[in-house]
T-cell receptor
């Protein structure tokens, strides 16, 4: 069964303290892996798509990387406004358009 | 605002009542999705439309749930005979896609929160 596991469940950082979030996945053929950010009471906001092992994407203080079994979201010198839940999702190959989401990592960045 | 719009934002109902949610996607988007999210969980896929055709439904979508997108624009999600377990945030998303490209880059609305008493 296709599955996504994210760790840690919650992470508290000081402003400027870099860290990484992990997304492990099991899927019957990966079409794409996606990172989303979700603020409280809002819908998820798309961040990145990764298609193949070795691929990297960057946006401001965020960098996403992909291997054959997991993805990392690296946060460099975070700011309080980076506080949110970060969701990872995968899409399997085949005739499906659904995303399978993990439970997310709740990130809190303290000033 | 040209984002995905959902209505109502909040709905409180009694068990056994029917509820309907509406989603207006980004105007040029041909793909529309419904997801459900409970507290502390990631969104769970419910159903997918390409234009007016409902092409994919989750096994989670019981017979009490029905979704439509009659003219390929807005969509409705109806839940009949609501149960307490239906309490969740119902998220609508849209995207623009031809073949399989960018099918995971979804634009989500702010959701409709359902509470069943």
């Amino acid at each position: 069964e296709d599955q996504v596991t994210q760790s840690p469940e919650a992470l508290r950082l000081q402003e400027g303290e870099s860290s990484s979030l992990n997304c492990s996945y099991t899927v019957s053929g990966l079409r794409g892996l996606f990172w989303y950010r979700q603020d409280p009471g809002k819908g998820p906001e798309f961040l990145f798509t990764l298609y193949s092992a070795g691929e990297e994407k960057e946006k401001e203080r965020l960098k996403a990387t992909l291997t054959k079994k997991e993805s990392f979201l690296h946060i460099t010198a975070p700011k309080p406004e980076d506080s949110a839940t970060y969701l990872c999702a995968v899409q399997a190959r085949g005739a499906t358009n659904k995303l399978i989401f993990g439970t997310g990592t709740l990130l809190a960045v303290q000033p | 605002d040209t984002g995905v719009s959902q209505d109502p934002r909040h709905k409180i109902t009694k068990r056994g009542q029917n509820v309907t949610f509406r989603c207006d996607p980004i105007s040029e988007h041909n793909r529309l999705y419904w997801y459900r999210q409970t507290l502390g969980q990631g969104p769970e896929f419910l159903t997918y439309f390409q234009n007016e055709a409902q092409l994919e439904k989750s096994r989670l979508l019981s017979d009490r749930f029905s979704a439509e997108r009659p003219k390929g624009s807005f969509s409705t999600l109806e839940i009949q005979r609501t149960e307490q377990g239906d309490s969740a945030m119902y998220l609508c998303a849209s995207s623009l896609g031809g073949s399989w490209s960018n099918t995971g880059e979804l634009f989500f609305g702010e959701g409709s929160r359902l509470t069943v008493l």
